[in-house]
């Protein structure tokens, strides 16, 4: 199944008197994001950027913002969407990398629980997910906050069949087992593992 590669990315308005939500954190600042739902442009652009990478739509195909259902929503819930969308695919995600561009609040001091809440949420370690953050300088954006992100996703099974191949070769009882085998096989001159009949069995005389 491979690899496969994903981008999205998402902007919102400032707008006083609206809670602020990033990666699916509550962060205390005078204005929050507006939007249809809790304007969380972090996790609006980490589902767009999942569902791209499955090429399977985006946010606005699978979350209609006419529809009142998604009115104020929590965001999470497009990221579990997407999600379960990579897993049906068969899917998983390798890493995260994000850019912020926002005037305030300064994400430094955050990045940390940002970086950890969104790794909980895609369900992967804090390793793999990056926080980047900019000052929107001379783009004239102050009252915007614009988010970009990139996601890795891997097929499920191609990597579960390498890990266990993996896993087999480095059993010592395994390992043990298979040149056993060989051993008695060299001694008693017959095999034990089946054949395929319609080929003869490797003779060491014709070794010459
Ligand atoms: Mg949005």
């Not at 998983?92 to 926002?102: A, G």
């Amino acid at each position: 199944m491979g690899m496969r590669i994903g981008y999205g990315w998402d902007s919102h308005e400032f707008k006083k008197g609206v809670p602020l939500k990033l990666g699916g954190l509550a962060i205390d600042h005078p204005q929050g994001l507006f939007g249809h739902s809790d304007g969380d442009v972090l996790l609006h652009a980490i589902t767009d950027a999942l569902l791209g990478a499955l090429a399977v739509g985006d946010i606005g195909s699978f979350f209609p913002p006419g529809d009142s259902r998604w009115k104020d929503a929590d965001s999470t819930i497009f990221v579990n969407l997407a999600m379960e969308e990579a897993q049906t695919a068969g899917y998983r995600i390798v890493n995260v990398d994000t850019t912020l561009i926002l005037a305030a609040p300064k994400i430094g001091p955050i990045s940390g629980d940002l970086r950890e809440r969104v790794a909980e949420l895609l369900r992967i370690a804090p390793g793999a997910v990056g926080i980047k953050a900019k000052t929107p300088e001379g783009l004239n954006q102050d009252h915007l906050a614009v988010a970009h992100a990139v996601v890795l996703l891997e097929g499920i099974e191609e990597e579960d069949s390498l890990r266990e191949m993996e896993a087999a070769m480095d059993d010592p009882q395994t390992v043990e087992a298979v040149v056993g085998e060989l051993v008695g096989e060299a001694h008693s001159g017959h095999s034990s593992r089946r054949r395929v009949t319609s080929r003869p069995g490797f003779d060491t005389e014709d070794i010459t």
